[in-house]
């Protein structure tokens, strides 16, 4: 028994904004079979994870607050897979944006500098993040060596590097030998008082707003996009492919970076190990749900921090483990995938042959 | 007698398209039978039914008078059928013992399979190395491998599909006689082609298909070309109207010294290449597939590079070390070989792939992409090439061969560039493209244009090209005068033979 | 055993499941299938593995837990690239996020429970030699990887099937066109490269800590995959390849130990760069494509 795939060629638009939402509902039963397999109430943990967070107003504010870095990295990385080009290492230039992000309130901790820190701190961030991913981006241009294994590798030396920072040259000396930093002098605003609503959420839509703006319109954008579908006719236009990767990486990097200093700057407020949950993989999932569209992508960052979320409430309510919220995470993944291809593609099952 | 093979009421459908319409055939034993017609007439898909790559919706396959199931291609390689693929199905990284050895039935040891090779390389003038990597060969070598391991099969019915598109004429002979030895020995041969005078010289029977249905069955050696020609189109063949007589402007194109090691590790070297395009003429570039024409078209669109800027100009400007932005600024335009993937992008839409080769001018402003400008050209385009298509800006994918070729001709024709640049412009296109494309190529050329006509089809550079040049191994012939020389010739120069030095 | 053998040894340990896995990975490269997801059948494969042995008492039972657990996570890596011709890359990557997922839940359990190492099994005569422990002193899966590599040297280049795999993996188009199986062959590839990641798994909760815990394989399953890079694709080099990196680790363990006024996370970052240098050395030194030619490209016959 096998699939046979019959390609469908012309594909209705409206087929393709609707398999996103196909792939959740079916995540969302295979999740639930997970969950009853572990003897636990599929039912509860729906309640919990999907419906409690979006009825309650602290829960509407943190789902801004996960969603907003997810959606900036996706963004950024939407530029790579959009080229054809896998950057899977935006984890590492997450980390490398909030350190370089950070030295600027370190180096000025405590001199009475103004606001402008905080601007600095985004541009050095960004600009961290920009260079950590030209690494793998110059690796492949210069030798030709494949950007999955060298962006991925590049995760463990920024994790350690953050790591050697907080516990030794970084550290706060008031701080009882806990691997942190100082807190820093300046932190992004809240938006409400009393609340936990920074200004950083409000870039993340003006980073996916630029970034349609670059896809649909700009010759860069069509360039990526042809760059992606198909290399030979990019050359033919005359955009040089070496170019499109480093331009796409440092996107990417830059937004990876920017999403770091934002969450610091933002939310923690000072350097630790651990401040990324993960976020510059669990963005690869948001890149797809969103299908590499802006707009989609917003909506996937909703629907996967809103998962983050649920997972943190289900730890608590349901003594659900973190690990499920990645489980759910991979079926998601999978589920977009699949779903794609069942637009793309007519499926037949049929019996024997090849 | 019992037919070898007979196919009666085949019909294949793809989605809308019916492929094979109640087709009927029957192959003798020892009988060399060609099947006829144009591209798209629906000959491969007859052909992979028949070797069990396809099945048919309708309609039964008789193999020496019994009912068979084709399930695959081990099934009609036990029956005893052999297939030659027009687009070879070798392995580039593998020896040639080693592509051989891959496709014979299981079970067969593989111990004595280069003596093997050896003694059916002898019988019928086969001559492989087995241990040679296959990329290391021509052509003719490669094609020697697909009949070599069809051969050792020992069939009873050989299908070739296009068998002498990659030849030299002097090849294709040696073919033929390899091919008369086999009928001779009692193998029934199919021989798919659209090449009208092979079919007289060497097939016994013909059975034309057009758009999908058999249109006669006939001794070929009775028929005369025209006869033949006419039944395969279903019309008189268009003609292309040939210039009125114009004068020879100055040099537009010229490479001067051309060298380049290939960018691909499998591909062609040019070798101190030399040619110059004058203004109102057409030359054509022959050559068997492979020998550097796709190098040789990178190196003049300015896609690859050459070492210096003298080595390619454009009305006298040096632009070797421009890229293909820079020459289309210099008003040259350029048509790549492929349609799908090079010339165009199969999934942007037609309005989006005027922007991709004409985004300097006027398709895009400042960085920003101008859709309108694009929507309009496009439009003006399929109106001017009456390129036919379902939707109003549909994705350059879903149109037909002919109609895409049409457009990217076309997208580059309203430019009136002064030099064009194109490799194989009819490649694959039904007769009615090809005559509006040849058209506006020599019309483009009588209005003071130069034109490099790169094409694997001497039938072709024969119709439009005023002088001729020949490409074997990156080396380039001196142009001919096309009323000067004789395909004798130009074959010995696709072979290598008095090459560009001695001439 | 003078020091240099006890060195020697813990090369071999460390190298042991990077070069199963990584053999795994290279018998599905070669089919021409990418299947990035090892780092998560690694981990399941360490998580099921360990899991089945405690439950059950028998190391045999943890072991074929985990290769079992191999096999279900490739087999649903195949139906997504084989049965629904979606991209590799992000279908693995799929596979890992679900991969490290699916080992946390598995192995919450048993964080903290410890369990006997799989003993090594001596070779009466041969181990007593001189240096002999080295090779000769082992537990069976340092017996089995070494067998796994000259199988598969043998398999691609002298066996039949292996041919058949090799011209699947050069190009599909072609060997559809011959009749040869190409998504059944690519499937059994898949397959035995998952048996081979669950069982490197396996041997890291098994004999290598031997104990289980959270983010255990360290990111082994992606040097495994550069290793086939490494190894231009080639069974021999590929061992060699392992052991080179082996030694790297237990280079950087003993310079943590020896304390030589080097952060220890710089030692800890040693492997993750020294993969990354590799990889360039080995670009710089091959202008030519030596991968498999139909490599990571999705296949859909036509019908």
């Not at chain 1, 060298?150 to 920072?165: G, P, R």
Request: aromatic content about 6%.
């Amino acid at each position: 028994m096998r699939l046979e795939l019959v390609p469908r060629g012309d594909v209705s638009p409206v087929a393709r904004v609707l398999s996103p939402v196909a792939a959740v509902a079916a995540a969302i039963l295979i999740g639930g079979i997970i969950v009853a397999i572990m003897g636990r109430s599929p039912l509860q943990a729906l309640q919990v994870y999907f419906v409690e967070p979006l009825t309650q107003g602290w829960a509407l504010q943190e789902l801004a607050i996960k969603a907003t870095p997810l959606l900036i990295i996706a963004v950024g990385l939407s530029f790579c897979f959009r080229a054809s080009l896998w950057n899977i290492g935006a984890e590492g230039q997450f980390i490398i944006g909030a350190l370089t992000g950070s030295m600027v309130p370190l180096a000025l901790h405590g001199s009475g500098a103004g606001p402008w820190v905080l601007a600095a701190g985004l541009v050095a961030g960004a600009l961290g993040g920009l260079l950590y991913a030209l690494i793998p981006a110059l690796l492949r241009v210069a030798f030709g060596v494949s950007e999955i294994l060298t962006s991925l590798m590049l995760v463990y030396v920024a994790e350690l590097t953050l790591d050697y920072l907080v516990r030794g040259p970084w550290r706060d000396p008031k701080g009882f030998n806990f691997p942190q930093t100082v807190t820093f002098d300046w932190t992004l605003p809240y938006i409400a008082e009393g609340d936990r609503l920074h200004a950083g959420i409000l870039i993340a839509p003006l980073v996916a707003l630029a970034a349609w703006f670059v896809m649909r319109r700009t010759l860069f954008g069509f360039g990526i996009r042809v760059a992606g579908e198909s290399p030979k006719a990019a050359r033919f236009a005359g955009f040089s492919a070496d170019r499109m990767v480093i331009a796409a990486f440092c996107i990417s990097g830059a937004c990876a970076g920017l999403a770091g200093i934002v969450e610091v700057f933002g939310q923690i407020h000072q350097l630790k190990p651990g401040i990324s949950p993960g976020y510059g993989f669990t963005a690869i999932t948001v890149a797809f749900l969103g299908r590499l569209h802006p707009a989609g992508m917003v909506f996937g960052a909703l629907v996967v921090a809103l998962t983050v979320i649920g997972g943190e409430n289900a730890q608590i309510v349901m003594q659900l483990p973190l690990d499920l919220t990645r489980v759910f995470q991979g079926v998601l993944l999978m589920c977009v995938l699949a779903a794609d291809a069942l637009v793309s593609y007519r499926v037949r099952v049929v019996g024997g042959g090849r | 007698m019992t037919a070898l093979v007979a196919l009666r009421g085949i019909v294949k459908r793809f989605g809308t398209l019916t492929a094979n319409d109640h087709v009927d055939l029957d192959v003798q034993p020892g009988e060399i039978h060609a099947l006829l017609g144009e591209n798209g007439a629906g000959k491969s898909t007859l052909v992979k039914i028949l070797f069990g790559l396809l099945q048919p919706n309708e309609g039964t396959i008789r193999w020496q008078g019994r009912e068979v199931m084709l399930s695959g291609p081990d099934a009609a390689a036990a029956l005893g059928i052999g297939m030659v693929f027009q687009h070879f199905s070798l392995f580039d990284n593998l020896t040639v013992a080693e592509n051989i050895g891959v496709a014979m039935p299981k079970g067969d040891g593989l111990a004595d399979l280069e003596a093997r090779i050896a003694a059916v390389g002898k019988r019928y003038g086969l001559a492989l190395d087995p241990s040679r990597p296959v990329w290391t060969l021509s052509a003719g070598e490669r094609q020697r491998i697909e009949i070599v391991r069809a051969l050792l099969r020992e069939p009873k019915l050989l299908i070739l599909d296009e068998p002498t598109s990659v030849l030299t004429p002097q090849e294709a002979e040696t073919l033929f006689s390899t091919l008369d030895t086999l009928a001779a020995g009692g193998c029934g041969l199919l021989y798919i082609t659209h090449r009208l005078e092979e079919v007289r010289r060497l097939c016994h029977r013909a059975t034309i298909l057009r758009a999908g249905k058999v249109v006669a069955a006939c001794d070929p050696r009775q028929e005369s070309v025209a006869a033949l020609a006419s039944l395969m189109v279903g019309s008189e063949v268009a003609e292309v109207r040939p210039a009125a007589a114009h004068a020879l402007g100055p040099v537009r194109f010229s490479l001067n010294g051309l060298t380049l090691p290939s960018s691909d590790l499998h591909g062609v070297a040019l070798k101190a290449v030399s040619l110059e395009v004058r203004g109102g003429e057409i030359v054509g570039i022959a050559g068997v597939a492979g020998n550097g024409q796709a190098e040789l078209f990178g190196a003049m669109s300015g896609e690859d590079l050459a070492a210096s800027a003298e080595a390619v100009t454009i009305d006298g400007k040096p632009v070797g070390r421009d890229g293909i932005d820079a020459r289309r600024k210099r008003a040259a335009a350029f048509v790549p070989e492929e349609r799908n993937g090079h010339a165009a992008a199969p999934r942007m839409t037609l309005s989006e792939n005027v922007v991709l080769s004409r985004h300097g001018d006027g398709m895009a402003r400042g960085g920003l992409v101008d859709l309108r400008a694009a929507k309009d050209m496009a439009q003006a385009i399929i109106k001017a090439f009456d390129v036919r298509k379902g939707k109003v800006d549909p994705p350059a994918g879903t149109l037909s061969g002919g109609n895409l070729q049409k457009f990217v001709v076309g997208r580059e024709m309203l430019r009136k560039p002064g030099v064009l640049i194109v490799n194989q412009p009819t490649w694959g296109v039904d007769p009615g493209a090809t005559a509006t494309i040849r058209q506006a190529l020599i019309d483009l050329a009588a209005s003071g244009a130069a034109v490099v006509v790169i094409s694997q089809d001497l039938d072709e550079i024969y119709a439009i090209a005023d002088r001729i040049a020949v490409i074997h191994d990156g080396e380039l012939s001196k142009a001919y005068p096309a009323r000067e020389i004789g395909r004798e010739q130009i074959g010995l120069l696709m072979a290598g033979a008095g090459h560009a030095h001695a001439a | 055993m003078g020091v240099w053998e006890a060195i020697l040894i813990t090369v071999v340990t460390a190298a042991t499941p990077l070069l199963i896995a990584a053999m795994g990975e290279l018998v599905v490269e070669r089919a021409g299938v990418l299947n990035l997801g090892i780092e998560g059948m690694m981990a399941v494969g360490a998580a099921c593995g360990f899991a089945a042995a405690i439950l059950s008492g028998s190391t045999i039972l943890g072991i074929l837990a985990a290769i079992a657990a191999g096999l279900v996570l490739s087999g649903l890596f195949a139906l997504l690239v084989l049965g629904l011709a979606t991209n590799q890359v992000a279908s693995g990557l799929a596979l890992t996020i679900l991969g490290l997922g699916l080992s946390g839940l598995i192995g919450a359990g048993f964080v903290g429970t410890q369990r006997e190492a799989i003993p090594p099994v001596y070779i009466p005569g041969l181990t007593d030699l001189p240096g002999g422990h080295v090779l000769f002193g082992e537990n069976p899966f340092v017996y089995f990887s070494l067998a796994l590599a000259f199988a598969t040297l043998w398999f691609l280049g002298r066996s039949r099937a292996g041919l058949t795999l090799r011209s699947i993996g050069e190009n599909h188009a072609s060997a559809h066109a011959l009749g040869l199986p190409v998504l059944k062959v690519r499937l059994a590839a898949i397959l035995f490269g998952g048996a081979c990641a669950g069982l490197a798994g396996a041997y890291l909760s098994l004999v290598y800590t031997p104990f289980w815990s959270p983010g255990m394989t360290a990111g082994r399953g992606w040097i495994a995959l550069a290793l086939v890079v490494f190894a231009s694709w080639r069974p021999l080099r590929l061992l060699f390849g392992a052991y080179l990196f082996g030694g790297a680790t237990v280079l950087q363990l003993h310079a943590q130990a020896a304390s030589l006024g080097i952060p220890s996370q710089a030692l800890s970052a040693f492997p993750y760069v020294a993969t990354i240098v590799a990889l360039v050395v080995m670009s710089v030194g091959r202008r030519s494509a030596t991968a498999p030619g139909s490599l990571g490209a999705p296949f859909v016959p036509d019908r």
